[in-house]
């Protein structure tokens, strides 16, 4: 279903006739013409689900603060948010349902598995894309396509360098799941940056999705010369391969990406992660006054200190504001051609957007000290 398009003019929102609405299979009512509706959707059951909830959370924060200022000029935002379980088919489904109850733009999906499920369609139907979180270098392939987080590949070779030259590694040695785009992503990019850089992998090991036992490989770490430990992957599985090498007694700094976000609230001992750094768009004792003003109002809305795919969805959803008024427009195609001429100060950073659909900002190093992530100065 395609949707009418609305045009912002001279501050007012022209609005189509009840009749003209109902012929045009729009969403009813000329007073449901004042509403922006932004579908999305992520993992709210399963494994993943906190990391679809931290994002509904975010966005609906978002749309909330927008709406109590007035809209835009009027124009009041609608956040419709469906679970995909982090699977292909789930996120195609919830995607056909978002756009047949109206959605204008897509903020979604979260993992990057689900975004690229559903680029193809979003393509073909002209519309407004930007997943917050989905990393993958195809999750943004099409013109219509933009994410907030950075780009596995970028992960990787960001966290090359740190390890090389500002930390001084020279041995490194590697722990990624095989089977997984994300992990295997930034780790391919690493190694080769690394290299690149005079570093050298002196340890090169693997899993899959699924495994709880890391023995072995830990094991084989453990005989070589490596001076650190880049583990590219999610934090539950990073929870089980720091415990493990806890309790095998080894003893390496350990560097991260942005999978990291959550692993301190899986670890029955936090000190199995006290040093490790990894990289991530924010943290939320980032002493900066909109950073603390959001997790302020996160934390007294949901109880919780909002992670990164929390400020990821917050800043999305103001990145489609910034979007519709610098267009002046509503329609989809105005959209997509003024992403590349907005800036957004978002709580994840100072950002502008790439024809590409990249975002331009500064990561950030987060550090584990005493239980808590913290800036790493």
Request: charged letters at 20%; a negative charge.
């Amino acid at each position: 279903m395609r949707k009418v398009s609305k045009f912002l003019s001279l501050g007012l929102i022209v609005t189509m006739a009840v009749t003209m609405a109902a012929g045009c299979g729009s969403k009813g009512s000329a007073d449901s013409e004042d509403v922006f509706v932004i579908g999305g959707s992520g993992p709210l059951t399963g494994d993943a689900a906190s990391y679809g909830i931290s994002v509904k959370n975010g966005a609906q924060l978002a749309v909330d603060e927008i709406n109590e200022a007035g809209g835009i000029d009027g124009m009041k935002f609608e956040l419709n948010f469906l679970d995909d379980e982090a699977e292909a088919q789930p996120a195609i489904a919830a995607y056909e349902k978002l756009m047949d109850e109206g959605a204008d733009a897509i903020l979604g999906a979260v993992t990057s598995g689900s975004t690229i499920a559903i680029t193809d369609l979003t393509n073909e139907d002209g519309i407004l894309q930007i997943t917050p979180s989905g990393s993958a270098q195809d999750c943004t392939k099409y013109d219509n396509a933009f994410r907030i987080c950075f780009t596995d590949p970028l992960q990787g070779i960001t966290m090359a360098d740190y390890a090389t030259a500002t930390a001084g590694y020279n041995n490194i040695a590697i722990l990624y799941n095989i089977a997984d785009d994300y992990s295997k992503g930034m780790a391919d990019a690493f190694m080769t940056e690394a290299e690149k850089k005079g570093g050298k992998i002196v340890a090169e090991e693997t899993f899959t999705t699924g495994d709880v036992d890391f023995n072995t490989q830990l094991t084989n770490i453990k005989a070589t010369d490596a001076e650190v430990l880049f583990i590219p992957a999610y934090y539950q599985d990073v929870a089980y391969i720091l415990t493990q090498a806890k309790q095998q007694g080894l003893e390496l700094p350990y560097l991260g990406g942005d999978g990291w976000d959550g692993v301190l609230g899986q670890l029955q001992d936090a000190s199995v992660a006290e040093g490790a750094i990894f990289l991530s768009p924010f943290t939320a004792n980032d002493p900066a006054e909109n950073v603390q003003a959001f997790v302020e109002k996160y934390k007294a809305e949901f109880d919780a200190t909002p992670d990164q795919f929390a400020a990821d969805a917050y800043d999305g959803v103001y990145v489609i504001k910034a979007a519709i008024e610098k267009a002046g427009s509503t329609d989809s195609e105005d959209l997509i051609a003024a992403m590349t001429e907005i800036e957004v100060d978002g709580v994840t950073g100072n950002m502008t957007f790439t024809p590409e659909g990249e975002p331009n900002k500064a990561a950030k190093m987060i550090k584990i000290l005493g239980g808590e992530y913290t800036l790493n100065k």
